[in-house]
């Protein structure tokens, strides 16, 4: 389990690397963390003839609050953006999502931009970014784009960057409405495994307290990440979180694999819809009492609920 | 399936500061950290339980970060410094106060996993350092062993939060103590 | 006084260097050697057709390619034996089919990961480009794949082996069928048990030297068995075995895995490193250990019981279908165990065990930590539940009554266990263990624990597990103590260590019958330039076999050194006492320099007549006169210079140690994930040596054991092809999946060797899957039958289980009596 040779280059800017990019071809593969470029690398299941090496480009290790939510740049480590106290005020999700993303030693090193890019239906960053809106910015010599999340991942393994782009950040948007709440729940078989079933959940109450919108995202429950608008279904169902997650899994269509049948991952999104509904739920209620006369603009509050306001 | 190799395959010079001392070494662009370690560096402490960054045998300390050293190129951290198990001991080359608090709790047997355990706790006490036993437990959390079930690793952790806050003069009462069970 | 070492939980002699990354595994040796990467079948089962290396000439580093073919040269033109068929190890009357692989491939592979083809290079990068770049073509053939394709049989994994039946074996005590047809009550139930495997942290690892000055051959491996290895590689290289030392490093874990010998790559390495003249080594990565080295586990067993109305077991008959994957080196050594060892501390009336060995296109199977016991254990446990729950008693009470007494100790079970010795019980006390696992876990106060948690919308469940396992099993091991003349202690041991603290428990043997301090003791263990004879650590073994064979041989070295001192100080041997590394008179208070006393190191001086003043130790000496007068030889003719000696310890037969394990598990009622609230254990091995490593094999063993019931399988698609070949996929638990284990000791020491000890390697990892199906099974109100189980087949047994397919527990359903059935069972009542 050794790496096969490669030439190695190690780009100073982002123009040179895009323009590096652009000369070496289809064959040549962007390092960030490498966390999971690495291990392919070992076990010789990627090939490239060329990685590009992107760990010197320090203009891009950046986590920035912008109006609109949270920008993370292609070199900002995992740990980094959980570990952002002015990120995890915008955004309590990417915390919380982030704490299930292997252990933290990996997440010292993968980048939440290359885990996006890496298009694994299983990686908990890739639901998230849909779930909130997200686009990735790509960049190439041709220029610069910017590609919704929705539109961002094609398939497993495959995300919408092509082989000349170098994807700088992904920009995870601010819940919008009076009062937000988020949740993320997932079950694994071991703690840091890839999830058998991932949930995020935004929901979103008036002034009143009504339901707004209620919005998910899975893991690990197709070939790319699952967004459900479960809107009509809350405001329909009553309070039954369960009748809401039996809705949302009807619309999923899991596969079987080694670990688990495609009924029981059904069944663990039925489950885990509802709680991690139902946990939004009481952290949108806790932040619009928090704020009872004053919704701030457009962002409105966000509640963590984990330990209150963070 | 490999593409072609050249006669002879590139090399890149690169410097690291392995705990504490300036190293060199020209190696492959494929050569990862736990290799060079080892094997360029002559550190054979870092040891390689999967190659596929599950395990956590390989952990090292890069720039005070712990980090699979599987799953990186030494290329990659060249100029960085790094931590091993081998640098764990205190200045006088005296058992540190985890390798103390591994010994004083029989938290290895066989001592494969334990110096990446050693670099991620020496690491997780220096942020936390006073850790309840289920944080303890946490901390450990990435890190595979056969051998102990984890038990009495937990109670090394603890053991080593406790020694370090002897050795600074730190009385206070501990957070965490002992649970019962952790070290029964 | 010298402060009694046995017994105490004092920390390890070979931590400092762990610790600090000063340890030297195999990996760690041999800088600069050539190195060896392997191609290995990606087939189950095919035909080799050809191999192609033309693209891998050119390959920059390359040294050498070696197939079949070259191991059929180097016979030819030499008198190696490597184009042989490998070694079968321990042959068996029952074993009539027995196979073992080549060390490289000859015509046909039969699992994925069969070496094929060697390489050796400048370094491991550069072999496995080289492997890359070798083609072999396979004809493909059809792959035998589990137990029912093995026994259906429509395909033959060796088309010489009719049915792929290794071995048919049958024990039986009394008329085990008639006893059932004739008993009151009757049970039938199917189990089964997946495969896992060992998986230490270190692979295995082979670096051979050859000096061909000295025409000797140095062997590092990463074995239990570097003496066996030894003269494995003498007799397949055909170099005289004094020209071979073999050498086991540290090793990174073992569990059985690395007591197969000799391994292929055991014998080619050292073949390459002569046949180069170069420094050769092989270190296993993660996916060869996968494929290429051993698993266990997997069977099939029907248990058929008869009992009374009380529980009280009449006659039992326990079918297995084992799994030994595609050869056979290793025997029936883990079907043999598991036929006998299902017994437990049970009588179990009259007996019949049978197995079955079979052949599939699967890595071989080779006893893993337990070696059969688990699922034998599993067997009898789930048989004990059934009865309980069949008859509405409580799942202890119908065990406690089919306990043997302490009082039927010795007890001879009238069959014959693994090492060919009568499976006879040399003590214990069982009721003595479950009454303080009862305490322990609080058995009977749970119903209302469970009712609160049930009340609260929790589902919580009690298991328990009973189990004897043989330990220390012969035929001998040995020990060589000597007391340097600067009063060190060095003592070795043939048999390897990997990581259960032998050389501080060892070392604290030696110290209490030499009356020296533990720090001046050091142990070697697995180096054949230092011992020669040994059997190898398996089977919790070691403390047994060496532990007494070092008190022995330190016997013998007090012995000399008290008839030496005696005569230095002209007093009878039996008023001397040796306290702290001193010879001393007893009674008399200590006096550094008089004349009632003399170090251990001076006595070693005086022990050799060639006494040349090297150190102070040695003209101190020269006060003291010993030897006989000026007309007799200086080394009388019935002794030696040197204060030191060999001993070796050979018992009758094993000695049974016990234990019982206890778990509280909670299953979600949603998402069925299994938690283990509690974990108990209490256990007998005899006298401990030392406490605190005895807990460590303990907490070790659960954690195995929880991996086995909850985790860790090995997933085979129907081509042979394992689908879980990496840490990602095979599921070894991290801390957050084991739970604290809470321990209890009861110290029943064994009559039949001078340390009243009993072995403690295994005991662990038994029960585990026993206990946590009894649990899940009183958690859900249905039997669990087979492991390991994961949340979502509890997921699908739920399903079923509401379907009406799965029958619920008398207990649960209210009918303790009339109709019912224990899952997929046949029962019928009279």
């Given at each position: 389990m050794k790496p096969p040779p490669f030439s190695y280059h190690r780009p100073a800017t982002v123009t040179e690397a895009v323009t590096m990019l652009d000369e070496l071809g289809p064959d040549a593969k962007i390092l960030a963390g490498g966390q999971s470029l690495v291990p392919m690398l070992n076990m010789r299941l990627a090939t490239p003839a060329h990685l590009i090496d992107i760990n010197r480009l320090d203009e891009l290790a950046y986590v920035r609050v912008e109006p609109e939510g949270v920008r993370v740049g292609a070199l900002a480590r995992h740990a980094d953006v959980e570990h952002d106290a002015a990120a995890g005020r915008a955004i309590p999700l990417l915390a919380e999502a982030l704490r299930s993303v292997a252990h933290p030693t990996i997440r010292n090193r993968g980048t939440t931009v290359g885990s996006i890019v890496h298009a694994d239906p299983s990686g908990e960053m890739t639901a998230v970014l849909c779930l909130l809106d997200g686009e990735v910015t790509l960049v190439s010599r041709r220029g610069e784009r910017t590609v919704p999340a929705q539109d961002f991942f094609v398939a497993p393994l495959t995300s919408a960057a092509e082989a000349d782009e170098l994807a700088t950040s992904a920009l995870f948007r601010r819940p919008t409405g009076a009062a937000t709440g988020t949740a993320w729940m997932e079950v694994a078989r071991r703690h840091g495994d890839y999830a058998l079933c991932g949930v995020g959940a935004v929901v979103t109450l008036n002034e009143a307290g009504a339901l707004t919108t209620v919005r998910t995202a899975y893991i690990s429950m197709g070939p790319i990440p699952q967004t459900l608008d479960l809107t009509l279904e809350a405001i329909g169902s009553n309070g039954d979180w369960r009748a809401v997650g039996e809705a949302a899994a009807a619309q999923l269509e899991p596969e079987e694999d080694i670990h688990a049948t495609a009924r029981y991952r059904r069944q663990l999104a039925v489950v885990l819809t509802a709680r991690a509904c139902r946990l939004a739920a009481e952290r949108a209620e806790r932040a619009r009492r928090a704020a009872p006369s004053h919704p701030t603009g457009g962002a409105g509050r966000t509640g963590s609920g984990v330990e209150g306001e963070r | 399936m490999t593409p072609d190799r050249g006669p002879t395959e590139q090399t890149h010079d690169i410097s690291l500061t392995v705990n504490g001392v300036l190293r060199q070494a020209r190696v492959p662009a494929r050569r990862l950290l736990s290799d060079c370690l080892r094997h360029d560096l002559g550190l054979t402490g870092t040891h390689v339980g999967c190659e596929h960054g599950v395990c956590g045998a390989c952990t090292v300390l890069v720039n005070g970060q712990p980090m699979r050293s599987c799953l990186l190129l030494a290329v990659s951290v060249d100029g960085s410094e790094i931590t091993t198990v081998e640098g764990c001991t205190d200045p006088d080359g005296s058992l540190g106060p985890v390798q103390r608090a591994f010994m004083e709790c029989h938290g290895l047997q066989c001592g494969f996993c334990t110096p990446g355990f050693i670099t991620t706790i020496a690491a997780y006490l220096r942020r936390n350092p006073n850790p309840t036993p289920e944080q303890a437990r946490e901390a450990i959390g990435g890190n595979l062993c056969r051998c102990t079930g984890y038990q009495n690793i937990v109670a090394s952790v603890l053991r080593a939060a406790e020694i370090m806050r002897e050795e600074s003069g730190d009385a206070g009462v501990p957070a965490a103590g002992h649970g019962r069970g952790e070290r029964a | 006084m010298t402060t009694r070492m046995i017994g105490e939980p004092i920390p390890r002699r070979e931590d400092p260097r762990l610790v600090t990354g000063q340890g030297r595994y195999l990996d760690d040796l041999g800088a600069g050697a050539l190195q060896v990467a392997f191609v290995r079948s990606p087939h189950a089962h095919a035909r080799i057709v050809d191999i192609d290396v033309t693209d891998a000439l050119d390959v920059d580093g390359l040294v050498a390619i070696y197939t079949y073919e070259d191991l059929a040269a180097a016979d030819e033109a030499g008198s190696s034996h490597l184009s042989e068929p490998l070694p079968l190890l321990i042959p068996h009357p029952d074993l009539t089919h027995p196979r073992t692989a080549y060390p490289l491939a000859r015509d046909e592979v039969n699992h994925v990961g069969e070496p094929v083809v060697m390489v050796v290079a400048t370094d491991r990068y550069v072999a496995e480009d080289v492997c890359d770049r070798i083609r072999v073509n396979y004809e493909v053939l059809p792959a035998v794949v589990g137990l029912d394709a093995a026994i259906e049989a429509t395909h033959l994994v060796h088309p010489d082996i009719p049915g792929n039946i290794g071995a048919h074996m049958v024990q039986e005590r009394g008329d085990a069928r008639a006893a059932i047809a004739a008993a009151p009550h009757r049970l039938e139930l199917d189990l089964e048990i997946e495969r896992s495997a060992s998986m230490p942290m270190e692979g295995r690892g082979v670096y051979a030297r050859w000096d061909a000055d000295d025409r000797t051959l140095r062997v590092y491996t990463s074995t239990q068995a570097a003496t066996s290895v030894r003269a494995a590689i003498a007799a397949k290289l055909a170099v005289p075995i004094d020209r071979v030392e073999v050498i086991a490093p540290d090793v990174g874990g073992g569990f059985g895995v690395k007591v197969v010998h000799p391994w292929p790559e055991e014998v080619l390495i050292p073949w390459a490193a002569m046949r180069l003249g170069r420094e050769v080594k092989w270190t296993e990565d993660r996916r060869e250990h996968f494929i290429s080295s051993a698993h266990e586990r997997g069977q099939k067993q029907k248990v058929r019981v008869g009992f009374d109305d009380d529980g009280r077991l009449l006659g039992m008959e326990f079918q297995v279908w084992h799994d030994h994957g595609a050869y056979t080196p290793y025997g029936l050594i883990v079907p043999i165990i598991t036929t006998t060892q299902v017994l437990g501390p049970y009588k179990p009336g009259a007996y019949r065990g049978e197995f079955w060995s079979l052949y599939t296109n699967t890595v071989i199977v080779t006893p893993y930590r337990g070696a059969g016991r688990p699922q034998g254990c599993f067997a009898m446990e789930r048989t004990m539940d059934a009865i309980a729950d069949y008859l509405g008693l409580d799942r202890t009470v119908v065990r406690e009554r089919n306990f043997i007494q302490p009082e039927e100790m010795p007890y001879d079970h009238g069959l014959v266990f693994q090492d060919g010795r009568g499976l006879v019980y040399d003590s214990g006390n069982y009721p003595a263990l479950l009454d303080k696992l009862k305490a322990l876990v609080g058995w009977d106060s749970f119903a209302e624990y469970a009712e609160q948690a049930r009340a609260e919308g929790r589902r919580v469940g009690i298991g328990l597990a009973c189990y004897v396992e043989g330990t220390g099993v012969g035929p001998y091991e040995g020990a060589h103590v000597r007391v340097e003349t600067t009063g060190e202690v060095v003592v070795a041991t043939g048999l390897t260590t990997q990581g259960q603290g032998h050389q501080t428990m060892l070392a604290q043997i030696v110290a209490d019958e030499l009356g020296v301090p533990v720090e001046r003791v050091t142990v070697t263990t697995g180096d054949t330039r230092r011992f020669k004879y040994a059997v190898g650590t398996f089977a919790s073994r070691t403390a047994v076999m060496s532990g007494n064979a070092a008190a022995l041989a330190a016997r013998k070295v007090r012995a000399k050194a008290l008839r030496i001192a005696s005569e230095a100080l002209e007093v009878d041997p039996s008023d001397l006492e040796i306290v702290d590394g001193v010879v001393r008179v007893r009674g008399v208070p200590s006096s550094p320099g008089a004349k009632?006393?003399?170090?251990?190191?001076?006595?070693?001086?005086?022990?050799?007549?060639?006494?040349?003043?090297?150190?102070?130790?040695?003209?101190?000496?020269?006060?003291?006169?010993?030897?006989?007068?000026?007309?007799?030889?200086?080394?009388?003719?019935?002794?030696?210079?040197?204060?030191?000696?060999?001993?070796?310890?050979?018992?009758?037969?094993?000695?049974?140690?016990?234990?019982?394990?206890?778990?509280?598990?909670?299953?979600?009622?949603?998402?069925?994930?299994?938690?283990?609230?509690?974990?108990?254990?209490?256990?007998?091995?005899?006298?401990l040596i030392n406490p605190r490593i005895v807990e460590g094999q303990i907490h070790g063993g659960v954690a195995q054991g929880v991996g086995g019931a909850l985790y860790e399988r090995m997933v085979y698609d129907s081509a042979g092809q394992l689908l879980n070949a990496s840490f990602m996929d095979f599921l070894m638990p991290y801390a957050s999946e084991v739970p604290t284990v809470e321990t209890d000791h009861l110290q029943t020491p064994s009559p039949l060797n001078p340390l009243g000890v009993k072995g403690a390697g295994e005991a662990g990892v038994i029960p585990a899957a026993a206990v946590f199906a009894s649990a899940i099974s009183d958690a859900e109100g249905f039997a669990i039958t087979r492991m390991p189980i994961s949340p979502s087949e509890l997921f699908e047994l739920r399903e079923r289980f509401a379907a009406g397919e799965i029958p619920p527990l008398r207990s649960r359903s209210g009918h303790i009596s009339g109709e019912g059935r224990f899952v997929r069972a046949k029962e019928d009542s009279r």
């Open positions: - | - | 009632t006393e003399i170090p251990l190191s001076t006595v070693a001086v005086l022990s050799n007549p060639l006494r040349y003043a090297f150190d102070a130790e040695a003209a101190r000496a020269t006060q003291f006169a010993v030897g006989g007068s000026s007309e007799e030889p200086p080394v009388a003719e019935d002794d030696e210079p040197g204060l030191e000696a060999v001993d070796y310890y050979s018992p009758p037969r094993s000695t049974f140690a016990a234990g019982m394990h206890a778990a509280i598990v909670e299953t979600d009622p949603e998402t069925a994930e299994i938690k283990v609230l509690r974990y108990c254990v209490v256990h007998d091995c005899g006298n």
